[in-house]
């Protein structure tokens, strides 16, 4: 465990996001403040004749104007091109462009990136043309003059989640150390807490974190109906993800990117950036459990919180003077599935014991939906500005409480709090739990 007495204080010193409810820092904490849902109608292919026809889309996006030449990018997928507007947005926050001492050797990138949209009408066609029916198998060579015919090499490349990093250390000349990882939701909240550890270590300067994802295709959307996994409240796309009411019946597909700027304190202050926050403490664990199943107990989850409030110093279980917890919100992964809410609610409850009913719990996936990979990278940066504007995002769509979730979750409107430290949960199918705590800096 990090000692953060011997270490370097990190600090985020730029952060951006392009998401359902928008494309800019303000414009989407504006309209998380003000409880508005950014789900509707699936557009990226026809979803009539599925049980789920409704996510939250990015929608009038224009990747290319956050670029310095938009024909190197030209074949970029979607999950590329969120995450270049997110990475231009925090990098030029950050002031970067006007550090000419910068060693771009290093700066490193380590994104939580999936995949982009997929082209399900050309992998369709290619396996059905190959297919040899009279000897009931596929016929490799037939397969392959079908794949030159239907395939586009541009988008069978896009699609893979390194791309990502490649575009944005193209556009920025990152040459540092470069990682993705693919830790199903948890993947963007695991790739800032290890980004920090590397830069406590001093392997790099700076660090580019974050992540990017869309699963808003006919195999993703396909793949999580068949789990049973999303809503399909059909009629009232804006109404469907309600994580902890008693009807929740799953969540909703969202998709998009976010990424923050990460280093040292006093390379901060050294090069003349201003700090915006102070991520304190980190913890990941395997519930060792089952691939799609949460331990019922939540011990994984709890496990990751309690390794992030050891790593920042923090008894979970003291009061200040006016009896206020050292967590003052929690950023839920709050899914909106049955099992998620229920054992999330289990974990915190058993970490914080007595003050867990003092600290308000959110989800913004009642919103926004679910970013998968870049979930917890657009909630990290809710749980800042929260700080920044004294404000709790609300939960909304909670009208019907569940009588065994007894926590805060900031029922349907945003509420005024004094902030100075959050926790942030993202918690990925196979086990993987995932937890972040950030601070005011001033």
Partial sequence: MIDNNNNPRIVVTGMGWI?????????????????TSGVAPIERFDARTFPTKFAAQVRDYDFTKYLKDPSVHEHAAANTQFALGAARQAWDQAGLDNHHDLDLRRVGLYLGAGEGALNFASYSKTDLSGWDAANDKTDSVKWAKAAFEYMDKHEEIGQESNMPISHIAREFGIRGPAFNCLTACAASTQAIGEAVDMLRRGDVDVMISGGTHTMIHVLGVTGFNRLTALSTRSGEPKKASRPFDRTRDGFVMGEGGGIVVLESLDHAIARGAKPIAEIIGYGSTADAFRITDMHPQGRGPAAAISQALEQAGIDPFAVDDSGRPPIQYISAHGTGTQENDSIET??????????????????????????????????????????KHQTLPPTINLNDPDPDLDLDYVPNKSRPAKLDVCLSNSFGFGGQNDTLIVKRID
């Fill in 19 to 35: 998401t359902p409810l928008g494309h800019d820092l303000q414009t989407v904490w504006e309209k998380l403040a003000s409880g």
């Fill in 346 to 387: 289990k974990a915190i409850k058993s970490v914080f014991g007595d003050n867990a009913k003092k600290i308000p719990v959110s989800s913004i996936k009642s919103m926004m939906g679910h970013l998968i990979a870049a979930a917890g990278v657009v909630e990290l940066i809710t749980c800042i500005l929260a700080i």
